[in-house]
């Protein structure tokens, strides 16, 4: 407490702090009483500079954002504490001052591009409102030099479309030229880009940069990515359960994180300086016997090298158009790749790349339009009902959603006996056996049997899940974007068990996902996919050191924090 | 946009037929002699009968029956009633006045709805709510034939607010009772769902960025909740329209109102057939034309529709 | 690859170079906690669990149960109500329009019939049509719905149009039209009410049931299930179903209400039930005639329609916000 007091002294005796969050503690109100969601939160951000708030979900980031800017929701409020923006504390100011304030003093550009435009006003109408509201010249070439200011190309057509015309990326920069067409002195960016895909990201935020320096605007931004936050702030402050625990110049942080929290961190932050996950090698095999691999997943090496030969796979989908017309939309376009038992392979893409369609067909949840899979040897489109049972039983999935892949109405228990119960396989004592086995291998107490999903939190219903495919004891595993709900330090953390599990039972992976850098950590293979086409594969050192097509480079370039090299063992778990 | 009106325009050709067919089915194509049962408890007048059959062409097979039926639905020649009046100029002397009920208790659904749902919303959770909530349950609650002996007791007989029954001409004085009653259980609905959909709207992000963007609250209210929240009540009040107009029968019952419903009610009672294949086939009519306009005002109202078709 | 990307060294060089406190919490005050640990500090609980311990909570779900209890218990044993059975005790016509007298709390009716013995004894006829509507109702559109919504495609558009069709026969208007039938006319019981009001109400409960189940039929869990090789019925069957209950259920309580007063308006209009049965759609119709001078023998069969309706509703809205689908995601 006492040194964090010093410091602000030190700091404000050159020059005012545009914003200076003192001692912030806000609190909610629920059913279940009142909640504190920050406590003790300080931070300055000084005029022009970019200050970044980086910390998980639930750690009080965006809340004390919204803080400064007023708009904290219905149940919240300031319990203690200053928020002093130019040295006036808006903590406690009257709505009326907060409305002069917002749009022309404070602005913001939030989440998520979707929900955040008003979707039965023109976009043209929407920008209009805010100069208008902040008593800013607002005719027709004010509204189109806005948006045209924030790199939307033809600004004054577009001005009179409707958000449901936009692309994500465009509402995003509508977003933006909203956000700063008053020319704020402070811009509150939460999570700006977390809702797009990575190579637009990147655009969308060097143009929020160029922006921002030009017109002098000091940042706050909030992040779950300490490597977007180092790469992007000149200061980063870390916040863990409601509380600061660490802040200062973000290389530094970055290069000498002090806090136990930060360090673990910066040592789970997918950054492209990490390795390969080797995780039960290394480890020892302290729980390696607790399941000898049943009979047909025999690991041995008469089985043919290759488990899933994808060959010009195509998939083309008719979408309709009223009236009976329709148009083919090729979501896979001949697609061709092979993985190697006990191997992972990775397909990465972008969103509308196909790569989960891709995963589809492999499930043979969805028939290919021509192409085909071969599993083990077998052409997948050629099984009959019952030889289909059989291979679901061999081939699993992990989907993306925590919250959607399991029923919310079976516990635990029946969700992972499941399988076995379809299956036919053992009586009642041996599946109840087999599921605390399983809850074992996935590192959950067995307790948690009797509970329900809505009772676990992201990760452990990821955990719930594998432990649901491996029920069956397949060969080859599917994860559709599996950790990429995760926050940073749960995604390491289930990386790690997939990485156990695959060298303890020799599963082979087939791992869906648009972030590379995960890729970097688990995959064995690599291949890109873009726009239905396959457009590089090889093995993960190959395509992330001397990466051959422009697409792959574009994707690489756009990882936020790829040029802040760390020292690699500051990057393995 | 054009797509769209022509593609839920041909969506409603086979409901009307579906409905029209249905209807005609169920009063002229069961076991037993038609017209005999049309004269229900009363003795059957043969000369009336002999006209009825070959009115409705029940020497042809049901399909001409039914295709010569629509035909006469288009053309407004609908046959006579018992008494010997051609139906369409008796539906010309009901139509109007049960418009002018249903209408009018719209308006006042509207108008109170939307108000109470508005204020409602904005203060969730708070003693207006609280009321207003409880209040809507018990509206909806109480049917509307006891609310209408109700209020026609006490405003009307008891109170002498209004008059307790309406004069032949049904002005829009006299209908003002009747009206409010019609529209009553309807304004519970209307306020509920204007309440819920302001409370949804309220926690939407872009209201939230509409006030970031230093928005007055008043602009905020009217301009980012209240047009969002209107759109489904809207779509509702369109279709209610309809729905009032046939559920009319109760309330002008009650207040003797010179309309659609009271006819249809005697015609029930009466066991004339005709008449009341006739009323419904209008009111399921105006239905589906009522449907299609909530249709085009929705397109009109959620841009997001337009080009979705 | 992006012309305006802007090195962050270069960038924090641009201003005047700030000296930036490297500031460390004590880690006393912010102690690390295990990363995703499991709370087994509370019991488990379903999400029907759940919903039962807000409902308990409730005070319009525990006056709407309770009255629900009453009138289902009046509509069993009436006689337990009501020392007076009207239907052998023959109506005193030298009690017309008399006052509450003893053993006679609510006075007579014009035919000097016990107001309130045929309030007691006619809880039975809207109860059992109100509740067996409501079951066909879930059978018929239930199945409907799901079937619809699971499969889509020209299942789904056929039943949609057959529905349309329901639709534009308001409930009233479809049950008169439907009334003139001679089978009906003649040899009206409550179960032809229930017949006749399941035809018309159906669609309304396959439309939410369509709406449920499509809402569920593509979540991940289904998926999962699928290729763990349940069948794609066995799916319909295990996952989505049991997961679309709750607005299924929700809108069957408010029916089961809107049922109960759709039978005594019909029974009112005098194309219900016979005037032989004893419902308070027929008393409040009986007594219609002298209301101006005798208005308790209207007030009463009203009261007691308008608290069975209102508690079904009260249940409706309390379950509506127990089984909250917005809720249960957290």
Not at chain 1, 260 to 274: E, F, I, K, W
Not at chain 2, 198 to 215: F, H, P, Q, S, W
Not at chain 3, 248 to 260: D, E, K, Q
Request: net charge neutral; glycine share 8%; hydrophobic share 45%.
């Amino acid at each position: 407490m006492n040194a964090s007091v010093e410091i602000h002294e030190a700091g404000a005796s050159a020059e005012r702090p545009l914003l200076e969050i003192k001692d912030l503690a806000i609190s909610f109100t629920t059913s279940n009483g009142e909640v504190n969601a920050v406590r003790n939160a300080h931070l300055t951000v000084m005029p022009g500079e970019t200050v970044a708030i980086v910390g998980e979900s639930g750690s009080g980031k965006s809340t004390t954002a919204l803080a400064a800017i007023g708009l904290l929701p219905g149940n919240g409020r300031v319990a203690a504490g200053q928020v002093l923006f130019d040295g006036e504390d808006i903590a406690h100011a009257s709505e009326k001052r907060m409305i002069e304030l917002r749009g022309n003093s404070i602005g913001m550009v939030p989440q998520d591009p979707m929900s955040n435009l008003n979707p039965v006003w023109k976009i043209g109408y929407q920008v209009r409102e805010t100069l208008k509201a902040n008593g800013l010249p607002s005719g027709p070439d004010d509204v189109a030099k806005v948006l045209s200011e924030a790199g939307l190309p033809d600004a004054s057509r577009r001005a009179n479309q409707y958000p449901h015309e936009f692309s994500g990326g465009m509402r995003q920069r509508a977003l933006i030229a909203i956000g700063l067409s008053c020319q704020p002195r402070l811009l509150i960016a939460d999570e700006p880009t977390s809702a797009l895909d990575v190579t637009v990201q990147r655009q969308i935020l060097d143009h929020l940069d160029k922006m921002t320096t030009e017109l002098g605007t000091a940042v706050l931004l909030i992040t779950h990515d300490l490597g977007l936050a180092a790469e992007r702030a000149d200061k980063v402050v870390v916040m863990y359960r409601g509380q600061v625990v660490e802040s200062g110049p973000s290389l530094e942080l970055l290069r000498n994180p002090q806090h136990p929290y930060t360090q673990r961190l910066v040592a789970s932050a997918p950054s492209l300086a990490s390795r390969r996950i080797q995780a039960a090698k290394e480890l020892g095999v302290e729980s390696g016997d607790l399941l000898a691999p049943a009979e047909d997943v025999a690991v041995e090496t008469s089985m043919p090298e290759e488990v899933l030969q994808i060959e010009n796979l195509t998939k083309v989908f008719k979408l309709r158009s009223g009236f009976g017309r329709s148009t083919d939309f090729t979501a896979v376009d001949n697609v061709s790749f092979s993985v190697k038992r006990g191997t992972t392979t990775a397909i990465v893409g972008e969103s509308g790349s196909g790569k989960s369609t891709v995963a589809q067909m492999v499930l043979n949840l969805l028939q290919p339009t021509s192409g085909k899979i071969v599993f083990d040897g077998v052409d997948t489109s050629t099984l009959n009902n019952k030889e289909i049972f059989a291979f679901r039983r061999r081939v699993q999935p992990i989907f993306q959603d925590p919250y959607g892949s399991l029923d919310p109405m079976y516990s635990i228990f029946r969700t992972i006996e499941e399988p076995l119960r379809t299956h036919k396989i053992g009586d009642k004592a041996s599946r109840e056996k087999k599921v605390r086995e399983l809850l074992d291998q996935v590192a959950l107490p067995q307790s948690t049997m009797q509970r329900y999903p809505n009772e676990l939190s992201g990760g452990q219903r990821q955990r719930v899940a594998i432990a649901r495919a491996l029920a069956l004891d397949p060969e080859v595993i599917i994860c559709d974007e599996a950790v990429s709900a995760l926050d940073v330090l749960v995604q390491a953390q289930v990386l790690n068990l997939l990485a156990d599990l695959q060298s303890r039972l020799g599963l082979t992976y087939l791992f869906i996902t648009h972030d590379l850098a995960v890729v970097r950590q688990i995959a064995d293979h690599v291949c890109v996919m873009e726009k239905g086409k396959l457009v590089e594969t090889g093995s993960t050192d190959e395509v992330f050191d001397s990466p051959r097509q422009d697409y792959t480079k574009a994707l690489l370039n756009a990882i936020p924090g790829a040029h802040l090299m760390l020292p690699p063992e500051a990057a393995t778990a | 946009m054009a797509t769209y009106i022509l593609k839920r325009f041909l969506q409603l050709i086979p409901v009307f037929l579906g409905a029209t067919l249905l209807v005609y089915f169920l009063v002229f194509s069961l076991p037993g002699d038609p017209i005999v049962a049309l004269f229900g408890d009363k003795p059957v007048n043969e000369a009336v009968a002999a006209r009825l059959r070959e009115q409705y062409h029940l020497d042809q097979p049901f399909w001409i029956q039914y295709l010569l039926y629509l035909k006469g639905i288009f053309t407004f020649d609908l046959g006579q009633d018992f008494s010997g009046r051609p139906i369409a100029a008796v539906l010309g002397e009901v139509f109007p006045v049960t418009a002018r009920l249903a209408v009018m208790a719209l308006i006042f659904e509207a108008v109170f709805g939307i108000i109470f749902g508005l204020i409602a919303g904005l203060r969730k959770g708070k003693f207006f709510d609280g009321t207003v909530l409880v209040a809507s349950l018990i509206v909806i609650g109480i049917p509307i034939f006891v609310l209408g002996f109700l209020l026609q007791f006490t405003i009307g007989v008891q109170l002498g607010w209004a008059k307790p029954t309406v004069s032949s001409a049904a002005t829009v004085q006299d209908l003002i009772l009747p009206a409010i009653v019609l529209g009553l259980g309807s304004f519970a609905y209307v306020l509920r769902l204007t309440r819920t959909s302001v409370i949804e709207n309220m926690n939407a992000d872009y209201v939230r960025t509409a006030t970031a963007k230093g928005l007055s609250r008043f602009r905020v209210v009217r301009v980012h909740i209240l047009r969002n929240s209107l759109i489904p009540v809207i779509t509702f009040l369109g279709a209610d329209l309809g729905a009032l107009m046939g559920g009319a029968i109760v309330t002008e019952g009650i207040f003797n109102v010179p309309g659609v419903g009271n006819r249809l009610y005697r015609a029930v009672t009466q066991g004339e057939g005709p008449t009341v294949v006739s009323i419904v086939t209008v009111l399921v009519l105006i239905y589906v034309v009522s449907n299609l306009l909530v249709d085009l005002l929705y397109a009109w109202l959620d841009p997001r529709i337009r080009y979705d078709a | 690859m992006t012309p305006e990307n802007i090195a962050p060294d270069q960038r924090s060089a641009a201003p005047a170079r700030r000296h930036i406190e490297h500031f460390v919490a004590d880690f006393a005050e912010t102690p690390l906690q295990a990363t995703d640990k499991v709370k087994e500090d509370q019991a488990p609980l379903s999400l029907w669990g759940e919903a039962w311990k807000n409902l308990r909570r409730q005070p319009l779900f525990l006056i709407s149960a309770f009255l629900i209890l009453v009138v289902v218990a009046v509509s069993l044993f009436p006689s337990l109500f009501s020392g007076i059975d009207p239907a052998s005790e023959a109506c005193q016509l030298a009690n017309s329009d008399a006052g509450p007298a003893a053993g006679h709390p609510l006075g007579f009716t014009q035919q000097g019939c016990d107001v309130y013995a045929r309030v007691i004894f006619g809880t039975r006829s809207s109860v059992t049509v109100g509740l067996f509507t409501t079951l066909g109702v879930l059978l018929i559109g239930g199945i409907m719905g799901a079937l619809a919504g699971y499969y889509g495609g020209w299942v789904d558009a056929v039943l949609a149009r057959v529905n349309d069709i329901f639709f534009a026969l308001p409930l009233i208007l479809g049950a008169i039209v439907m009334m003139q039938l001679p089978v009906f006319r003649t040899n009206r019981t409550a179960w032809t009410l229930v017949l006749i009001l399941v035809t018309f109400g159906w669609p309304q409960i396959a439309r939410i049931t369509r709406g449920a189940v499509i809402e569920v039929r593509n979540a991940d869990f289904v998926t999962a299930a699928r290729s763990l090789g349940v069948s794609k019925f066995g799916a319909l069957l295990r996952h989505v179903l049991p997961n679309s209950l709750a607005p299924i259920i929700v809108v069957a309580t408010i029916s089961l209400g809107t049922f109960i007063v759709a039978e005594s308006t019909l029974s009112f209009l005098g194309i219900g039930l016979p005037p032989s049965v004893m419902s308070w759609g027929n008393d409040i119709q009986a007594a219609q005639a002298s209301l101006r001078s005798n208005p308790m023998p209207l007030l009463w069969p009203a009261i007691a329609l308008s608290i069975t309706v209102l508690s079904f509703i009260m249940l409706g809205d309390a379950l509506r916000d127990a089984l909250d689908p917005k809720a249960r995601k957290r």
